[in-house]
């Protein structure tokens, strides 16, 4: 059996299991904070910075969960491009003092209701089945690399293989966006439309 | 490809030339002889003041870091009475040397003049002047240009040419 | 020994002794450029200029630690935070030796990978945080440069990965006792060395802080200890991807026997910061479209070829 990599031979699986409990738990409450973080925040950088951290709390549980492989692309794809790629954005729109004040006007309490009522409903629900049937404890078995693997290529190919469409279908497109016109350089040789 | 190739072996292979630093304190740069440094006064060879206080050099002077007055001896021979170059202005040109009619004012070959205190490069007369005759030795200006003496005015000396009339045009 | 005490240990020296090495390339780089130069570069304080890293240690201590008026001042204080702890934490992986590893983890690469891509914030944060017109362009070119190689850096290294089966760097280690990987793998290494100097911003595309172009780019603001970090994680970055060449490429502590095996180490991974150094003494810099096309047109195809190539050569092999 492989061992998890948090595990050292000198504990019993129990203290482990234990040990990870209270892991996961702190992770989830800063995982819950960031995320909140996120939605009060007027600046937009600093919501986007909790963003990151929420990511990141996300992926280690995803490693207390026992599935490494997906933590690490968690961090790398979700916190390390996807996130820097927002960042960039939100630098470029060169946000000051001024736009924070309007955002200030924007989230007036009267707007939390909606979403706060909807959420609340959904937690409900999640509360409910999460009551009905406890989840069975699965313990610690390790995904490696490899399942993931082997499971992305025989069970879900279709699934890889249309998601390499879209991929391609969206490369090409900005390739297309951001292709430019071949362009002369002087001002004498460049066509002009009478 | 093959010229980023060659250009890092090239930055390798000066590993083994022989390195251009002169480690300064230990060994100093050898300098030529008219290199323009810190600037003195000279003295002729009958050890009198070759200075006669005409002003060329401050007037010559880019960054006007040259002060002086001149006044007269009991002989009527001028000097002058303070003679001030400022270093911290200095740009050690060169240009008051070339003004100088008598090769008083000389540069030298010295550049550690480093001071901690700025006012302490004001340089006066006494820290100008030196016991010497700096580039050029037996040269006297008023042996060449003459000089009035006991009544007789320049040229009227025995064995002595008559001054050249510069506003003419005849030799 | 105590097993306990043995870990402690070693998770508390390794991040000490990157760190005093760090500090000590920073005069091995002066004197070797100085070197490959014609010069001496610092020989003064103490015996060949060692000491001059404590003398510059001091100095920037004792630096005022000036945070702008106009910066934001808690993203400003924790961007030079983020790249150090990145940096720090990915020598987490480096097998030094075996048994001298802080965390032997099964994703070890990816690791590596995830914490090198997060390092792209403190550039990002910096760059913004300073408010100032050349910290941003910095940042910007930072940005994009670094999540540019994040991509043919981990491709480059799926070859290795493939012909080891497994993400551990131990295991890739001890995979190249016959073989060290660069002769399999040369085209990976080729790739992988160019984007380890692009994603440590090292000389011949230190784009993002071109000081001819940017003033210092996405660090022009920051002043003492905090430009310090950004300067010793960049020196830290240096021995990180030195140290991963030399794990993955050439066969980490492996080396014939009358050396023991984290010397062996040391001196391979030395060469490589050499060679690092090297080409910082002899390359200009790009200009910022050429990086990136060169980035994206050819780097990109070629490890994926790589990639290619080396499957296809797996799969006849094994079957």
């Given amino acids: 059996m492989k061992t998890s990599p948090l595990i050292s031979e000198a504990l019993s699986p129990e203290k482990i299991m234990e040990k990870i409990d209270i892991l996961f738990y702190i992770t989830s409450a800063v995982a819950v904070i960031s995320t909140i973080m996120v939605i009060t925040r007027y600046h937009a950088v600093h919501a986007l910075l909790y963003l990151v951290v929420s990511f990141l709390s996300i992926a280690l549980i995803f490693y ?78 390790l995904v490696g690399v490899q399942e993931v693997g082997i499971s992305l290529f025989t069970e879900y190919l279709l699934a890889v293989e249309l998601t390499g469409l879209l991929l391609m279908a969206a490369i090409i497109g900005a390739y297309h966006l951001g292709s430019r016109e071949k362009k002369i350089y002087h001002r004498y040789l460049e066509k002009t439309d009478q | 490809m093959i010229s980023y190739l060659r250009s890092i072996w090239i930055a390798f292979s000066h590993m083994f030339k022989k390195r251009e630093t002169y480690e300064y304190p230990e060994k100093k740069a050898p300098l030529p002889a008219r290199w323009r440094g810190r600037i003195i006064l000279t003295r002729d060879p009958d050890m009198g003041e070759r200075c006669v206080g005409c002003y060329l050099c401050a007037v010559a002077c880019p960054v006007d870091c040259i002060s002086l007055q001149a006044t007269e001896d009991e002989h009527g021979r001028r000097y002058p009475e303070f003679f001030r170059i400022n270093f911290s202005r200095c740009i050690f040109c060169g240009y008051c040397e070339e003004a100088c009619p008598t090769y008083a004012i000389q540069l030298t070959p010295d550049y550690e003049m480093s001071e901690y205190n700025r006012q302490n490069l004001v340089y006066e007369k006494e820290d100008l002047l030196i016991d010497g005759q700096g580039k050029y030795h037996g040269y006297n200006y008023y042996k060449v240009a003459g000089l009035a003496i006991g009544g007789k005015n320049k040229g009227e000396a025995e064995n002595e040419d008559k001054p050249i009339d510069i506003r003419s045009l005849i030799p | 020994m ?124 910096a760059g913004w945080s300073s408010n100032n017109k050349y910290a941003l362009l910095g940042a910007l070119r930072g940005s994009a440069q670094m999540m540019t190689y994040e991509v043919f850096m981990g491709l480059s290294l799926m070859g290795v990965v493939m012909m080891t089966g497994s993400f551990k760097l131990t295991d890739i280690v001890l995979a190249q006792q016959h073989i060290w990987f660069v002769v399999p793998q040369f085209l990976g290494f080729v790739i992988f060395l160019i984007a380890g100097i692009a994603e440590t911003h090292r000389l011949p595309f230190d784009i993002p802080e071109a000081e001819s172009e940017l003033v210092a780019g996405y660090h022009s603001e920051y002043s003492g200890m905090k430009f310090g970090m950004f300067f010793v994680a960049e020196y830290l970055g240096i021995i990180l991807v030195s140290a991963l060449i030399t794990a993955l490429f050439f066969g980490g502590w492996l080396g014939p026997g009358f050396l023991p095996g984290p010397v062996w180490f040391f001196l391979k991974t030395f060469v490589f910061i050499m060679f690092f150094i090297l080409l910082r003494a002899s390359l200009p810099r790009p200009r910022y479209d050429q990086l990136m096309g060169y980035g994206w047109k050819i780097l990109l195809p070629l490890s994926l070829i790589n990639l290619l190539v080396t499957g296809a050569i797996m799969m006849i092999y094994i079957n």
């Fill in chain 3, 2 to 125: 105590n097993v306990t005490l043995k870990t402690a240990l070693i998770i508390l020296g390794v991040p000490f002794a990157m760190l005093s090495l760090a500090a000590g390339l920073i005069w091995v780089e002066r004197r070797l450029l100085a070197l490959w130069q014609d010069r001496y570069g610092p020989n003064r304080v103490g015996p060949f200029g060692l000491l001059q890293v404590l003398a510059d240690m001091i100095k920037i201590f004792f630096k005022e630690d000036w945070i702008p008026p106009f910066a934001d001042r808690k993203v400003f204080v924790i961007a030079p935070a983020i790249v150090m702890s990145t940096i720090l934490l990915s020598f987490a992986i480096i097998p030094f030796a075996p048994g001298i590893i802080i965390s032997d983890m099964n994703i070890g690469i990816l690791f590596f990978l995830a914490m090198s891509s997060l390092g792209a914030y403190s550039i990002v944060l």
């Fill in chain 1, 64 to 141: 207390f969960a026992g599935a490494p492989f997906i933590a690490a692309l968690e961090v790398i794809i979700y916190a390390g491009a996807i996130m820097v790629l927002f960042i960039f954005v939100v630098m470029m729109l060169n946000l000051g003092p001024r736009t924070m004040e309007q955002e200030r006007g924007w989230t007036t309490p009267a707007i939390w209701i909606g979403p706060s009522i909807l959420s609340a409903v959904l937690l409900v629900a999640f509360m409910t089945v999460l009551m009905n049937n406890p989840a069975e404890d699965t313990g610690l078995n």
